[in-house]
């Protein structure tokens, strides 16, 4: 114990920073647009069906030569530049994916390498569709606490090599993409306090069969997240210490259409609020989805709310500044 006692007064603390901000956003999207049809005919459904029930038009498919890495590795380096940071400069490389498959065990280190983050430290980080909100918390924690300085974090899909084309219940709702962040230090606090949680006992409603492959209790999940979704909500705003009205946008995981308008709904949310609806022509693309979706807002500034929501199951929402 004395042993203890006298080895922690010879362990220095690194200088953190008061806050941090997000410097920029960037999204990679797949060349080919799949529109409803074509994904209808082999699951016996319509396009009417699949717009009435989750409100996607069409969603993108990676080609062979757009895998994982290559989409993260596209929507980093145009963060990074948006940002005017050097990847040399970049002291830790993170990517929210659930669908990263091949030979590698992370994609992050593949990432870093591929952007020249060669003093970078690199993690993937699995927490399915809540993944970006979760890692981006950490990536706020990473930088106050003075761990790191500037922080790339991508939410990287290629749902298509996960899920069944003929299963009815998911091949309709997914698509392929990255979306990325670049999170730097700051004399404020621009990325506001996480309200996250699990819930393990509803792990089998989005589940990996044993071929790999994502299955998914549709109307189950549903419940769950129109109702965890509004109360994630309404406490991140609590905990950032703001209410609705001042809020310029609203960012959540793009799932259902349904969801989003029910949570914009029970917020209360003023018409100047710009509420995401990345998933019509998007679909749901996991964890990349929030970053591509901010990507996507036309002009916006000021605060925008964030909630990511999904297998696990996992939550995570926070209040950001938007670059
Ligand atoms: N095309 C046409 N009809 C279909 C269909 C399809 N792809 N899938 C199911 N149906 C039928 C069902 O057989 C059912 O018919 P019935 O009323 O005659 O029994 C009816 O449509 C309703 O099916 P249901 O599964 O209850 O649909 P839903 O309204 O729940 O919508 C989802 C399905 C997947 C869009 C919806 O459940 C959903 O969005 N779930 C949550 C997704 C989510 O948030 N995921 C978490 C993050 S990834």
Known sequence: ??????????????????????????????????????????????????RRRCGIESRRRAAPDEDLVMMATAAASKALAGAGVDPADVSAVLVATM????????????VAEALGATGAAAMDLGAACAGF????????????????????LVGAERMT???????????????????????????????????????????ELLRYDEAGILRMAGPEVFRWATAIVPDAAGRAL?????????????????ANLRIISATAKSLGLGSHVQVATDITTNGNTGAASIP???????????????????????????VVTLP
């Open 133 to 152: 909100p979760y890692a981006l918390a950490t990536a706020d924690a990473l930088v106050r606490s003075g761990a790191a300085g500037h922080v790339v």
């Open 238 to 254: 609590q905990a950032a210490g703001i209410s609705a009205a001042d809020l310029a946008a609203f960012v959540p995981h793009q």
């Open 292 to 318: 591509q979706a901010m990507a996507a807002l036309p002009d916006t500034t000021g605060p925008a709310l964030l909630v990511g929501f999904g297998a696990g199951l996992s939550y995570a929402a926070q």
């Open 1 to 50: 114990m004395l042993g203890l006692l006298a080895m922690a007064h010879l362990l220095q603390r690194r200088a953190g920073h008061p806050g941090s901000r997000i410097l920029s956003v960037a999204s990679y999207r797949p060349r080919t647009e799949v529109g409803n049809e074509s994904v209808a005919a082999l699951i016996d459904s319509s396009d009417e069906w699949i």
């Open 161 to 203: 090599d996960i899920i069944d084309e003929r299963d009815r219940g998911t091949a309709f709702l997914f698509g392929d993409g990255a979306g990325a962040v670049v999170v730097g230090p700051a004399q404020t606090c621009e990325i506001g306090p996480v309200v996250w949680g699990a819930d393990g006992s509803g792990s």
């Open 99 to 110: 669908s990263h498959r091949g030979r590698a065990t992370t994609a992050a280190p593949l």
